[in-house]
């Protein structure tokens, strides 16, 4: 008999883990060397489907701690300012100090992302009648100003194919040695799942969880933290996944609820396996070049977007 | 909200003359500016720009306008709702479908690049309006990921493409006001003069729709008939001036609120006029301090995209108060 948080999870999470396997075995076969060669399998394809497997898990898991904190069911790291504020970050620090460590960029980027996420949130909390549609609204033109910022300076100093690099994921480049980083993300989603019971009572609002006992203050800050690492690490290391963030939790929600320990490892799992099946996709539409997964998922992703946008019964929203 | 320049009895001609003096005087400044006598040269190089960025200043500020006042608010833009990446979409589809060089005369790509552009929003606008009439913020949210999925859309296709062909292809994607065509520069004068006009012409019936589409409706206004030719209109002043010089975002959101800010009166024979003169202020003054100043010659429409950005969270975060 399983425990009762994991009631009516365990059979939907035996099939995502079925398929979850199913597609990081696609993942390792795809490409255009040959498999049995042990230096494509364990320098490059092994990394890749680990990256992918990573980044999907912690992009996805960054944007339903995101909409907790947020209360708002469309925000995403990609709606909040997020992204484009740890790119910006990640900009400057490499022109002001190009020779410097990666882990110290990944800083500048991270501490960039947390100061456009405080924005984002203290400019929803100046606007008392927010409906569930202006939040993400506000959080899109708030990476607009910021990305255009970024474009300009880009532009001025001959980097806009830097730019472009952080700006559209892409696991092509990803060789054994150059995406350890992500692990980073791994780490801080076991623990988000730590802090699951107090970031689903924050998302109840900051009232109700000082009535529950909680520090809200503090928890919110965990979070957003959390979600600034993981969206920085992934954007130093393969560039931003939009939207991933944002349908995967949605999609989950459907099914499984709003109690985060109990949806978390579905939503990492889920994050993992949409990844790696846009990034297969990419890479065998136009065998042997390819898609860069940034690209797919944003088509993918978006369309999603807008299906939810548009559905009728707007029960979950 | 009233300014201090439309408080007391300042009457709308008056401001009308003011911005209209205004950009005489730039226009003059742009064509003489440090031109060390070579006018042989200076003078058409410098003129057909100018004429550019006014044929823009005043389409992209008409087409604002008009489609504010369809949609009855004062944030939505055609741009924001998705046109500037629908333009590169279709830009890049031509391309992959029939190389840099498909269509042969440029002057008949261009007539062909306005006509699907102007098919395709009308469609999108109409279907989006009609469906969503009651929900403003859905209306602009799903404007907005339309864009995020044409412009994927576009990186998709740009994919298949070979590296020559991108980087033809790249110079459509940003507004450039240094390499018009004169022979298209032509054809997009009376393009968008005679959208201009009938626009103009619309100013009473506009007025009335301005109070709601069932007063609208009440007062005798054949509804349908007038939204379709608005957004026909629309369609073409942006087709064109986006085909012109590339896509301007956030001009038109800025330039129409200022108007709006300016005139001490609501009537769109004069909003519209005005919006023009603040949108030509806008561009000849911005490309003549980028160009002189900071000779910097292509980045104007970033420094509008992140201003009008601005303005935009603004008027957002005041809506919300």
């Known amino acids: 008999m399983a425990p009762p948080s994991l009631r009516g999870v365990l059979p939907v999470g035996l099939v995502l883990g079925l398929a979850l396997l199913v597609l990081a075995a696609a993942s390792l076969l795809v490409g255009v060397g040959d498999v049995g060669a042990p230096d494509i399998l364990l320098a490059s394809r092994v990394p890749r489907t680990l990256a992918l497997v990573l980044a999907g898990a912690g992009m996805a898991v960054a944007g339903v701690i995101m909409q907790l904190v947020a209360q708002n069911r469309f925000v995403e790291p990609s709606t909040a300012g997020t992204a484009e504020s740890a790119t910006l970050g990640m900009l400057l620090v490499t022109l002001l100090a190009p020779d410097a460590p990666v882990m110290v960029k990944m800083l500048a980027a991270?501490?960039?992302?947390?100061?456009?996420?405080?924005?984002?949130?203290?400019?929803?909390?100046?606007?008392?009648?927010?409906?569930?549609?202006?939040?993400?609204?506000?959080?899109?033109?708030?990476?607009?100003?910021?990305?255009?910022?970024?474009?300009?300076?880009?532009?001025?100093?001959?980097?806009?194919?830097?730019?472009?690099?952080?700006?559209?994921?892409?696991?092509?480049?990803?060789?054994r040695g150059r995406y350890e980083l992500l692990w980073l993300a791994a780490i801080l989603t076991l623990v988000a799942y730590g802090l699951a019971d107090r970031i689903t009572i924050a998302g109840l609002g900051r009232d109700a969880a000082i009535n529950l006992g909680l520090d809200h203050r503090?928890?919110?800050?965990?979070?957003?933290?959390?979600?600034?690492?993981?969206?920085?690490?992934?954007?130093?290391?393969?560039?931003?996944?939009?939207?991933?963030?944002?349908?995967?939790?949605?999609?989950?929600?459907?099914?499984?609820?709003?109690?985060?320990?109990?949806?978390?490892?579905?939503?990492?799992?889920?994050?993992?396996?949409?990844?790696?099946?846009?990034?297969?996709?990419?890479?065998?539409?136009?065998y042997p070049y390819e898609i860069p997964v940034g690209t797919v998922m944003g088509v993918v992703g978006s369309a999603l977007f807008l299906v939810l946008l548009l559905r009728r019964d707007s029960r979950h929203a | 909200m009233r300014s201090p320049l439309t408080q007391g009895r300042v009457s709308p001609a008056s401001v009308l003359a003011l911005l209209a003096l205004a950009t005489l005087g730039l226009a003059i400044a742009f064509m003489t500016v440090g031109a060390n006598g070579r006018w042989g040269f200076v003078l058409p190089f410098r003129g057909t720009k100018l004429a550019s960025l006014l044929l823009v200043a005043g389409a992209v500020a008409t087409a604002t306008v008009l489609f504010q006042t369809?949609?009855?608010?004062?944030?939505?833009?055609?741009?924001?709702?998705?046109?500037?990446?629908?333009?590169?979409?279709?830009?890049?589809?031509?391309?992959?479908?029939?190389?840099?060089?498909?269509?042969?005369?440029?002057?008949?790509?261009?007539?062909?690049?306005?006509?699907?552009?102007?098919?395709?929003?009308?469609?999108?606008?109409?279907?989006?309006?009609?469906?969503?009439?009651?929900?403003?913020?859905?209306?602009?949210?799903?404007?907005?990921?339309?864009?995020?999925?044409?412009?994927?859309?576009?990186?998709?296709?740009?994919r298949l493409l070979d590296p020559n062909q991108f980087v033809v292809l790249q110079s459509s994607y940003f507004a450039n006001f240094n390499a018009v065509r004169p022979d298209l520069l032509m054809l997009a004068a009376l393009g968008l003069v005679a959208a201009g006009v009938a626009a103009w012409r619309?100013?009473?019936?506009?007025?009335?729709?301005?109070?709601?589409?069932?007063?609208?409706?009440?007062?005798?206004?054949?509804?349908?008939?007038?939204?379709?030719?608005?957004?026909?209109?629309?369609?073409?002043?942006?087709?064109?001036?986006?085909?012109?010089?590339?896509?301007?975002?956030?001009?038109?959101?800025?330039?129409?609120?200022?108007?709006?800010?300016?005139?001490?009166?609501?009537?769109?024979?004069?909003?519209?006029?005005?919006?023009?003169?603040?949108?030509?202020?806008?561009?000849?003054?911005?490309?003549?301090?980028?160009?002189?100043?900071?000779?910097?010659?292509?980045?104007?429409?970033i420094v509008i995209e992140f201003l009008g950005g601005l303005t935009l969270l603004v008027l957002l975060a005041r809506r919300a108060q």
């Open chain 1, 110 to 175: 991270t501490a960039s992302a947390l100061a456009g996420t405080i924005l984002f949130l203290r400019v929803l909390r100046a606007m008392p009648l927010r409906d569930r549609l202006t939040v993400p609204l506000v959080g899109i033109m708030l990476g607009g100003v910021v990305g255009s910022a970024s474009t300009f300076i880009a532009y001025r100093t001959d980097m806009l194919q830097f730019l472009g690099t952080w700006q559209a994921g892409d696991f092509s480049t990803v060789l």
């Open chain 1, 218 to 286: 503090r928890t919110v800050a965990g979070a957003v933290a959390i979600v600034a690492t993981i969206t920085a690490v992934t954007i130093a290391t393969v560039g931003a996944i939009p939207f991933l963030g944002l349908v995967v939790p949605n999609l989950v929600a459907m099914a499984a609820g709003d109690n985060l320990r109990r949806s978390l490892p579905l939503v990492a799992a889920s994050g993992a396996g949409l990844l790696l099946l846009c990034d297969v996709l990419g890479r065998v539409v136009r």
């Open chain 2, 70 to 158: 369809v949609s009855g608010n004062r944030i939505l833009t055609p741009a924001i709702m998705g046109f500037d990446e629908l333009y590169r979409l279709i830009q890049t589809g031509i391309v992959v479908a029939a190389g840099t060089g498909g269509l042969g005369d440029p002057r008949l790509r261009f007539l062909a690049e306005t006509g699907a552009m102007v098919l395709f929003a009308l469609l999108l606008y109409r279907w989006l309006l009609n469906r969503n009439g009651g929900n403003l913020h859905r209306l602009l949210l799903v404007g907005v990921v339309c864009g995020v999925l044409f412009r994927s859309l576009s990186q998709f296709l740009q």
């Open chain 2, 202 to 301: 619309l100013s009473g019936r506009l007025d009335v729709l301005l109070l709601g589409r069932d007063e609208a409706v009440a007062l005798g206004i054949d509804y349908r008939k007038t939204l379709t030719l608005v957004l026909v209109l629309v369609a073409i002043l942006v087709s064109v001036s986006t085909a012109l010089v590339g896509p301007v975002t956030f001009l038109g959101l800025l330039v129409a609120n200022l108007a709006y800010r300016m005139m001490p009166s609501y009537r769109h024979a004069v909003v519209l006029p005005a919006a023009a003169l603040v949108a030509a202020i806008t561009l000849v003054g911005g490309q003549l301090v980028l160009e002189r100043v900071f000779s910097l010659n292509a980045a104007l429409s």
